[in-house]
């Protein structure tokens, strides 16, 4: 099932994947595309489209999946780690 850059890109605005957070981190400056009225960061999907293609040739390369450690610093990101474990063959902390 090979999406386009489009179509990533509208699922990726349907999940709100686009809306951070009011602080902003200098290092995230960057993947900023605009900041909303009430002060709410607006994440740039195209840069993230494209840091998510170079993860996945990363990940694509390594041979044994159990090698994989996925982690989360954050309770909200838990649910993301066990799916993509539950995928992949990698090992969630």
Known sequence: MALTKEEDVQMMLVCKTHLGTRNCD?????????RTVDGIHIIHLGKTWEKIMVAARVIVTIENPSDII???????????V????????ANAM
């Open 26 to 34: 200098y290092r995230m400056k960057r993947y900023v595309f605009r």
């Open 82 to 89: 066990l799916k993509f474990s539950q995928y992949t063959g």
């Open 70 to 80: 996925v982690a989360s610093q954050r309770p909200y990101g838990s649910r993301a």
